[in-house]
């Protein structure tokens, strides 16, 4: 298979300083952005950079919305594995899809993002039917983690960690717990969503315990709808204003 088909084709530009992250996790990525930035002066002391970062936790609350704003700060383009393709009927081209995307990260220092990990690496007792393959499709996907040069990145993201085989969770140096936003996180995004907005279009009935992708999609249906009627108001208007002259 063509290695431009194993990538989602995806130039998003995200800055780090506008992802919703809780402090924790905001000091992680900053640790996470100078380590690599100091990488020549950590190695004099025999210290290597984390390079292997596990995102986990609810989905819509910003893993891969991370990912790429990690890519940007490091100034490294970022791959982003394309499940649906990787994929196949058999764990053998499966393993050879991945191991095209990875050398590909390798060779251009890249950011290497794996989302829905899980898909492709659960626990080799968990699945009784195909434990055999899968068994050789994790220990693939442990080989190339384990030689991934310090110089590119590699993050992965789950909603299931817990499927995860153990041996590859050791992997990653770091592992970042996203959670779902509280309501006074939420009601800072929804601020910003809703800033370039009408003043009018701003005062939108709030909806909370969900995640920020949730958040968004709500906000701007809402916001959408309200210009549609506003429109339609108007367009009513101008055909009575026509009607009453002729």
């Known amino acids: 298979m063509n290695i431009f088909d194993l990538i989602i084709n995806d130039k998003e530009v995200v800055s780090l300083d506008t992802v919703f992250l809780n402090e924790l996790n905001q000091k992680k990525m900053l640790q996470l952005v100078k380590e690599h930035k100091y990488v020549a002066e950590l190695a004099k002391y025999g210290l290597t950079t984390n390079n292997k970062i596990m995102l986990y936790g609810s989905s819509g609350c910003g893993k891969t919305t991370t990912a790429k704003a990690l890519a940007n700060a490091l100034n490294k383009p970022i791959l982003i594995l394309n499940l649906s393709n990787v994929v196949c009927a058999r764990i053998g081209e499966t393993a050879q899809n991945i191991k095209q995307v990875f050398d590909k990260a390798a060779r251009e220092n890249a950011v290497l993002f794996l989302d829905e990990f899980d898909q492709i690496a659960k626990d080799r007792v968990s699945d009784d039917k195909d434990v055999g393959e899968m068994r050789r499709l994790v220990n693939t996907i442990i080989q190339l983690i384990d030689y991934y040069p310090k110089n590119a990145l590699l993050l992965c993201a789950t909603n299931h960690p817990e499927i995860i085989d153990s041996a590859l969770l050791r992997r990653f140096q770091l592992q970042i717990h996203f959670e779902m936003p509280t309501p006074d996180i939420l009601d800072v995004y929804y601020d910003k969503l809703l800033s370039s907005f ?12 969900i995640s920020f992708a ?20 108007q367009e009513k208007m101008n055909q009575e204003r026509i009607g009453s002259l002729s």
């Open 198 to 209: 009408p003043e009018n279009l701003q005062n939108i009935e709030r909806k909370y315990a």
């Open 214 to 233: 949730e958040a968004k999609d709500y906000a701007f249906t809402l916001v959408k709808s309200a210009l549609i009627d506003a429109l339609e108001k």
